[in-house]
T-cell receptor, first 113, second 117 residues
Framework: KQEVTQIPAALSVPEGENLVLNCSFTDSAIYNLQWFRQDPGKGLTSLLLIQSSQREQTSGRLNASLDKSSGRSTLYIAASQPGDSATYLC????????????FGTGTQLKVEL | GAGVSQTPSNKVTEKGKYVELRCDPISGHTALYWYRQSLGQGPEFLIYFQGTGAADDSGLPNDRFFAVRPEGSVSTLKIQRTERGDSAVYLCASSLIAGGAGTGELFFGEGSRLTVL
């Protein structure tokens, strides 16, 4: 059974800092790895999706990397802003594809002025 | 609407009661997913529909939980004889394509928060 772990559970940084969120998974036979953002009381917003054959994906100030062999993914946020404050979740898709995702418990990020 | 719509946004019920939660996916999305999120946890998969049929219901915790999607659009998650442990946020998501080489981007609703007293 796939297990997804996210470290740290919570993170507080000053505005403008670059930061890295970590995600690890136990079963490397994944189809893709996805990163989501969740604001309090809201649903999830898809940020980046990395296919198993890819090493990284970029969108604006966000860059996600994937190392299947070591079971790790990182989400890099450049020049953080207060509006980036949210919970960030990573999730793996099983080897056969589809969106039956296994989620981590998330990293709660606070970017302070 | 433009996004995934879920109703009710909040539901408080008593132990033993029956509850229905509704999900209206993005128009044209063939795949629909239900997830459950407990406080401080990531979402957990419950069931997935491709069109009208439940393609994978392996995440439903027991036979008190049931979901339907009779016309391939709106879906209803039904919980019988609710228990306090059923309290959670129930999230619905849809995607344009699903499975195999066509795993589409997931769009989530804001969830239905269920509280069982």
């Amino acid at each position: 059974k796939q297990e997804v772990t996210q470290i740290p559970a919570a993170l507080s940084v000053p505005e403008g800092e670059n930061l890295v969120l970590n995600c690890s998974f136990t079963d490397s036979a994944i189809y893709n790895l996805q990163w989501f953002r969740q604001d309090p009381g809201k649903g999830l917003t898809s940020l980046l999706l990395i296919q198993s054959s890819q090493r990284e994906q970029t969108s604006g100030r966000l860059n996600a990397s994937l190392d299947k062999s070591s079971g790790r993914s990182t989400l890099y946020i450049a020049a953080s802003q207060p509006g980036d404050s949210a919970t960030y979740l990573c999730a793996s898709s099983p080897g056969g594809g589809g969106n039956k995702l296994t989620f981590g418990t998330g990293t709660q990020l606070k970017v302070e002025l | 609407g433009a996004g995934v719509s879920q109703t009710p946004s909040n539901k408080v019920t008593e132990k033993g009661k029956y509850v229905e939660l509704r999900c209206d996916p993005i128009s044209g999305h063939t795949a629909l997913y239900w997830y459950r999120q407990s406080l401080g946890q990531g979402p957990e998969f419950l069931i997935y529909f491709q069109g009208t049929g439940a393609a994978d219901d392996s995440g439903l915790p027991n036979d008190r939980f049931f979901a339907v999607r009779p016309e391939g659009s709106v879906s209803t998650l039904k919980i019988q004889r609710t228990e306090r442990g059923d309290s959670a946020v129930y999230l619905c998501a849809s995607s344009l394509i699903a499975g195999g080489a066509g795993t589409g981007e997931l769009f989530f609703g804001e969830g239905s928060r269920l509280t069982v007293l």
